[in-house]
Every structure is written in structure tokens, then in C-alpha cells.
């Protein structure tokens, strides 16, 4: 037989708070994440290694699916940085020799600027 009057469970008073207020959570919530960025740091040179990684391999999927096979689409790869090695190392050579002729432009200004 079920009781007809139960006894009321205490209500918490509102201005009486147990424990740690929300601002105190939050501030260790902070304090946490800081610790944490701290102890895991990430290096950018890591990350620019692994997207590069994660290009070349959709590229080789992408080249795969075009060519109807992983061997046509390497072929195909292949042949593309083949072309670039060959133009890259004249384009850096003569990029190189116009950086050389202005560095030696401005040293002549210069040079002839100050009163000696």
C-alpha cells in the first residue's frame, strides 16, 4: 500500500552553493586547455610534410582513375615531375642570376650615396 503523504526531499538552497562556482570551472576548463596546447605541441613543418604527402597521393588516385590504371597514371606523374625537373633548375639558375645583378645595383646606390 503506497503512503498517502511522502516526505518532501530538501531543496538546495539557491544562495548556499557546494563546490566550485561556474566561474571556477571555467577558469580551470581554460586553464586545462592551455596546459594541454602546451604539452602537444604541433610542428607547422610536420604539417606542411603531411599535406603535401596527402596532394600527391589524391593526385596518383585522381591520374589512376583517369588513366584506367596505377600504371598509366605513374606514367603519367612521372612524365609531369620529369618536365618540371628540367625546366626547374634553369628558371632557379637564371632567377638567381637577376637576384645577384640587382643585390649588385643597390650595393652600387649605396656605395655611391654615402660621402666617403
Do not use: C, W
Amino acid at each position: 500500500m503506497k503512503p498517502l503523504f511522502r516526505k518532501r526531499e530538501a531543496q538546495p538552497r539557491k544562495d548556499h552553493v557546494k563546490g566550485p562556482t561556474e566561474a571556477d570551472l571555467a577558469a580551470a576548463y581554460q586553464r586545462g586547455r592551455k596546459d594541454e596546447r602546451a604539452r602537444h605541441r604541433r610542428s607547422p613543418l610536420i604539417a606542411v610534410a603531411v599535406v603535401a604527402v596527402a596532394l600527391v597521393g589524391g593526385a596518383s588516385l585522381v591520374l589512376a582513375a583517369r588513366e584506367g590504371s596505377f600504371r598509366e597514371g605513374g606514367a603519367v606523374m612521372d612524365a609531369g615531375v620529369g618536365v618540371a625537373a628540367r625546366e626547374t633548375v634553369p628558371t632557379l639558375k637564371r632567377g638567381a642570376v637577376k637576384a645577384g645583378q640587382e643585390l649588385r645595383k643597390v650595393q652600387d646606390n649605396l656605395s655611391s650615396d654615402t660621402p666617403g
